[in-house]
């Protein structure tokens, strides 16, 4: 089983529309949780942290349930520049960062 | 803040030949580097863990005579591809834990290797 499972999609939606992501992780020590951003052929950039209360920024929003083992995040709104691949990334406890094959999203006008 | 300069962004070597990546903090001491690396499609799996002073911790499958990694300074950690083959063409890309205020990690640029 991988340690951060996602699934890849890819997720076509209309400019406007609500996608929701989700991610599983394996490893019950996990310290930190977060979403990544990457664009073809780019570098990661850090989206947002996850936290178990939950956060928001703007139109996306994260949450945690530690219980479960699960993260998601919520993009309301979407836009064209939205399209992109969305990296689940949880840190072990020694602080390595374990990466989920990252989901797909097309945002079509 | 907390800048990693990566280089080269894009490489093409022949095959048998050796490729050094240059993963540089530029306005922080990064005591740690993480190097991983990512075939199309897939996740960003961690290679090794590079400590200044330090031999790195290189993760299950990774050969180590393979893929040399230097952490000889606070600012700058290397990876050498050795006796690179087709097989090893792949995106790789350093990061490092941020220090001082904020949180999280940065990212070096990537290097795309194309092995011939």
């Known amino acids: 089983r991988k340690e951060v499972e996602q699934d890849p999609g890819p997720f076509n939606v209309p400019e406007g529309a609500t996608v929701a992501f989700n991610c599983t992780y394996s490893?019950?020590?996990?310290?930190?949780f977060f979403w990544y951003r990457q664009d073809c052929r780019k570098e990661p950039k850090l989206l947002m942290s996850?936290?178990?209360s939950g956060n928001e920024d703007g139109r996306f929003t994260a949450q945690l349930n530690r219980a479960s083992q699960y993260i998601s995040l919520l993009i309301r709104d979407s836009k064209l520049s939205d399209s992109a691949t969305y990296l689940c990334?949880?840190?072990?406890?020694?602080?390595?960062?374990?990466f989920g094959q990252g989901t797909t999203l097309q945002v079509k006008p | 803040g907390a800048v990693v300069s990566q280089h080269p962004s894009r490489v093409i070597c022949k095959s048998g030949t050796s490729v050094k990546i240059e993963c540089r903090s530029l306005?922080?001491?990064?005591?740690?580097m993480f190097w991983y690396r990512q075939f199309p499609k897939q996740s960003l799996m961690l290679m090794a863990t590079?400590?200044?002073?330090?031999?790195?911790?290189?993760e299950q499958g990774v050969e180590k005579d393979k893929f040399l990694i230097n952490h000889a300074s606070l600012t700058l950690s290397t990876l050498t591809v050795t006796s690179a083959h087709p097989e090893d063409s792949s995106f790789y890309i350093c990061?490092?834990?941020?220090?001082?205020?904020?949180?999280?990690?940065?990212f070096g640029s990537g290097t795309r290797l194309t092995v011939v």
């Open positions: 590079s400590n200044e002073g330090s031999k790195a911790t290189y």
């Open positions: 996850v936290y178990s």
């Open positions: 490893n019950s020590a996990s310290q930190s």
């Open positions: 990334v949880v840190t072990s406890n020694t602080g390595k960062l374990i």
């Open positions: 990061s490092a834990p941020k220090t001082g205020a904020g949180y999280g990690y940065t």
């Open positions: 306005d922080f001491q990064a005591t740690t």
